[in-house]
C-alpha cells in the first residue's frame, strides 16, 4: 500500500502490444473490484492472500510494485 494508504496506483496502457502493461492494467482492476467489494480488506490482505508476501505487511508494496512495473514471472507464478 502506498504511504497514506488512499493512494491508488493506476496504470496506463500506451502500448496495447505490451503484456507488461496490460497485466498491470489487469491487477489494478481486479484489485480496485475487490477493494470495493469487500472494504474491510486492505491492498496488503488482499496480496498476502495472493501469495505475495510473509505477511500482509510486506505483501502489499509487493503488489504496488507488480502494478506499477508489470508483474514479474515469480510474482505471477507465486499468485497462480
Given amino acids: 500500500m ?3 494508504g ?3 496506483v493506476v496504470p496506463e496502457v ?3 502490444s505490451s ?3 496490460l497485466l498491470s ?3 489494478a ?3 480496485a473490484l475487490l477493494l470495493r467489494r469487500f472494504p474491510g480488506f486492505s491492498q496488503g490482505r488482499i496480496a498476502y492472500a495472493a501469495g505475495l508476501g ?3 505487511r510486506s505483501a502489499g508494496p509487493a503488489l504496488t510494485t507488480a502494478i506499477r512495473q508489470g508483474p514479474t514471472d515469480p510474482a505471477i ?3 497462480g
Fill in 2 to 4: 502506498l504511504p497514506n
Fill in 6 to 8: 488512499n493512494e491508488r
Fill in 14 to 16: 500506451t502500448d496495447i
Fill in 19 to 21: 503484456d507488461s502493461q
Fill in 25 to 27: 492494467f489487469a491487477a
Fill in 29 to 31: 482492476g481486479q484489485l
Fill in 54 to 56: 510473509g505477511n500482509p
Fill in 77 to 79: 507464478r507465486k499468485a
